[in-house]
């Protein structure tokens, strides 16, 4: 579901085009609340602290997978939804970013807490998201809602949403985790090298769209 950015404030898009406008043709986001998307985002956005329990408390790494994947397939069912049947609305655009980012902190969290992941890969993985939260709220003072979500940003999210599930899979000494660990080591690197890059990518669409501020305002 793409971001919304305020009406009239010059909207910063993936595109890298700082001054596209929404056009005719593009879906109309309302104000509902209660939409079928947005249900999806808010029973993925309990499901956070679920799955923290379940990682750290019993280390039930199967029941805390299954959670992980009914997040990654309601993301994915969200957003088809909200295309099919126009339900988009600026609720579910702040949901469902917010549950995406929720899940990655408990994840990085939690895997640094049972040694899964190092140290400073979880601090550069919240590096970038603190980054990115600061160009937000540099860009809503100016007046510009947050930029639209980039292709590189999806592919991060893509390549951490299928990382996470596997270094789940990929613990103990079996065959099957042997196998699984260099796959999920890939994904990982992937992702996290993906990631970062969308966040720099966040800070020059947030320079861009603050040198158009003034002409914005007019």
Partial sequence: M????????GPVDGSG????????DEPVISDRVWTIPNILSMLRLTGVPLFLYLLLVPQADGWALAVLLFSGLSDWLDGK??????QTSKLGALLDPAADRLYTIATIVAFVVRDIVPWWVAALLLARDVLVAGCILVLRRAGFGPPEVTYVGKAATFNLMYAFPL???AQGGSTFASVVRPVAYAFIIWGGVLFIWSGL???VQTRAALRLAPTAAV
């Fill in 17 to 24: 085009d700082p001054g596209h406008v929404t056009g005719p």
């Fill in 2 to 9: 793409a971001d919304v950015r305020e009406e009239g404030a």
């Fill in 81 to 86: 939804i909200a295309r099919w049947l126009d």
């Fill in 167 to 169: 270094l789940l899979l």
């Fill in 201 to 203: 990518l966040y800070l």
